[in-house]
Nanobody
Framework: EVQLVESGGGLVQAGGSLRLSCAVS????????IGWFRQAPGKEREGVSYIISSDGSTNYADSVKGRFTISSDNAKNTVYLQMNSLKPEDTAVYYC????????????????????WGQGTQVTVSS
């Protein structure tokens, strides 16, 4: 069974930085997407960013462009989300998720495209 484990969350002041990690194991494909999502209290889950394993292509939600960077270390089977210039509105539980890449996929920023999820890590940004 595929496993994803997030780490790196915590409490940080506005303007600060955090790096989240997503350790991926037992994924049975070399072509997959790893996405980062977040969910704040009372809000729907939001796609933040994703990376495609085969070509390293990435994409970001407009709300985080220029502040967040997604990257991967294939040797460690780990995907990172570097979050800079954090704002209080970035406060949420952050999840990573994995999906097989396929032509039927419409948007890897949509939670509905993902098959496997981690347990989440809390990020709190104080003002």
């Amino acid at each position: 069974e595929v496993q994803l484990v997030e780490s790196g969350g915590g409490l940080v002041q506005a303007g600060g930085s955090l790096r989240l990690s997503c350790a991926v194991s037992r994924f049975t494909s070399d072509d997959y997407a790893i996405g980062w999502f977040r969910q704040a209290p009372g809000k729907e889950r939001e796609g933040v960013s994703y990376i495609i394993s085969s070509d390293g292509s990435t994409n970001y939600a407009d709300s985080v462009k220029g502040r967040f960077t997604i990257s991967s270390d294939n040797a460690k089977n780990t995907v990172y989300l570097q979050m800079n210039s954090l704002k209080p509105e970035d406060t949420a539980v952050y999840y990573c998720a994995a999906a097989f890449v396929g032509i039927w996929r419409t948007s890897y920023l949509s939670e509905y495209e993902y098959d496997y999820w981690g347990q989440g890590t809390q990020v709190t940004v104080s003002s």
